[in-house]
């Protein structure tokens, strides 16, 4: 998809908004704190979401990009985490086709397990007992 000049445009109008937000001391102190808040609702959210199947590690991801947009030690912390990442799935890339499926075993085992517990605690709901009273 080619950049265009109306692209181009909208970018630098919110770049210059910004920019006029951050020329006053109360403009960039409310960016901050706005950012903050934002951000670390994201992550928290995110953090609370990754025991359980679904996005939670995209969630942090996108609390620590929002972030990195106004503290230096967020930007940090998600170049660290990115490298880790990728680091990771360089290695499962490079394994054979058992390791890969042992890992991915021992995934599903582990949100499965955390499913169940979950449902157990919040629910009272057994899927264990349930799962038995089928199968008599």
């Known amino acids: 998809m080619a950049v265009t000049d109306d692209t181009r445009g909208e970018a630098e109008s919110r770049r210059g908004w910004l920019d006029g937000v951050r ?3 109360t403009g960039r102190l409310t960016l901050k704190i706005v950012i903050g808040v934002i951000g670390a609702a994201l992550v ?3 953090l609370l979401l990754v ?3 679904g996005p939670g590690w995209l969630i942090v991801f996108a609390g620590l990009a929002v972030l990195a947009t106004e503290f230096a030690w967020a930007h940090r912390l998600l170049e660290f985490a990115k490298k880790t990442l990728s680091a990771w799935t360089d ?3 490079r394994q054979n086709w058992p ?3 042992i890992v991915g075993g021992v995934t ?3 949100a499965a397990v955390i499913v169940y517990f979950a449902l157990r605690l ?3 709901v057994d899927l264990l007992q349930m799962a038995r009273g089928f199968l008599t």
Do not use: D, N, Q
């Open 23 to 25: 020329a006053s001391r």
């Open 44 to 46: 928290i959210g995110g």
């Open 51 to 53: 025991p359980l199947p």
């Open 91 to 93: 290695w499962l890339k």
């Open 99 to 101: 390791v890969r499926i």
């Open 108 to 110: 599903l085992a582990v």
């Open 122 to 124: 919040t629910t009272g």
